[in-house]
Nanobody, 125 residues
Framework: QVQLVESGGGSVQAGGSLRLSCEAS???????????MSWSRQAPVKQRVLVAL???????NYADSVKGRFTISRDNAKNTVYLQMNSMKPEDTALYYCNADRITVINRGSYSDLWGQGTQVTVSS
């Protein structure tokens, strides 16, 4: 029973900023480690696309559409990944999803390819 919970979505004017958070939790069990984590987004009538990824060691990759504007980071002590979004544009409007490729829980084993429920981001002109 491992879950990813996103927060921080909302509405913002073009040029503004939002910071998304995604926390992994394992009920009464402790999370030992999390491998790569990422943020993806999906707008209406469009496919879900990868926005940013961060490895367990802190290496990052970004979609060309967000380079220079978005920053992904993680706090391993809090089992949380963040997405700082600056200089936002209307085309950033989408449902944003957090993903963890593998989570190891003490005394429970590993859980793979976990997704959050999504958090809505809306950017107005």
């Amino acid at each position: 029973q491992v879950q990813l919970v996103e927060s921080g979505g909302g509405s913002v004017q073009a040029g503004g900023s939002l910071r998304l958070s995604c926390e992994a939790s394992a009920a009464s069990r402790s999370i030992f480690s999390i491998n790569a984590m990422s943020w993806s987004r999906q707008a209406p009538v469009k496919q879900r696309v990868l926005v940013a990824l961060i490895t367990s060691g802190g290496s990052t990759n970004y979609a060309d559409s967000v380079k220079g504007r978005f920053t992904i980071s993680r706090d391993n002590a809090k089992n949380t990944v963040y997405l700082q979004m600056n200089s936002m544009k209307p085309e950033d409007t989408a449902l944003y999803y957090c993903n963890a490729d593998r989570i190891t829980v003490i005394n429970r084993g590993s859980y793979s390819d976990l997704w959050g429920q999504g958090t809505q981001v809306t950017v107005s002109s």
